[in-house]
């Protein structure tokens, strides 16, 4: 089932970032939401290959803006589920609407700041960010690295303008 986010995120590391993608930042790239997820397009098929998050798997995707590569994962998670995470509620909100117009049923969106935020201990078998974590600092991928389940499977894919892809596992 698509679940509405929540609305504002606590004044943390990025309450400038989240002024501007929750304002004309976002508004650009909900505009061109489509532009930028064909740009993006090698890129994903990559990106989806490194990550291989399977049928069971529960995916995190961390600066998710529009939701592409969330609904990417709930399609490959059929029996698990994907939580996009982004600061903007309103490229969360274009996200939603086209989960639910793709009849994604697994696929849930939070707005909150990642680096923060406290997600479940070991809850998720796998983190992606397409490309929000190129903005972290190392204590907040430590924090990401916690809420992955503590099994063979449980990783991190991640791809930035700083890095091609960086892969963490969990046990």
Do not use: Y
């Amino acid at each position: 089932m698509v679940m509405p986010g929540r609305r504002g995120i606590q004044a943390g590391a990025n309450a400038e970032q989240a002024a501007q993608w929750d304002g004309p930042a976002g508004e650009h790239r909900i505009r061109h939401a489509g532009v930028f997820d064909a740009e993006a397009g090698l890129l994903n098929g990559r990106f989806r290959a490194a990550a291989g998050a399977g049928p069971r798997d529960r995916v995190l995707d961390i600066g998710c803006g529009t939701g592409q590569s969330t609904r990417d994962a709930a399609r490959a998670a059929v029996a698990g589920s994907a939580l996009g995470v982004d600061l903007s509620e309103r490229m969360l909100e274009h996200a939603r609407r086209l989960s639910a117009g793709e009849g994604l049923r697994n696929v849930t969106f939070l707005q909150a700041d990642a680096q923060v935020h406290r997600f479940a201990a070991a809850h998720f078998d796998l983190c992606i960010s397409r490309f929000g974590a190129m903005f972290f600092a190392g204590p907040a991928l430590l924090r990401l690295r916690a809420a992955l389940a503590a099994h063979d499977t449980g990783n991190g894919v991640f791809f930035g303008a700083r890095s091609w892809i960086i892969t963490a596992r969990r046990g």
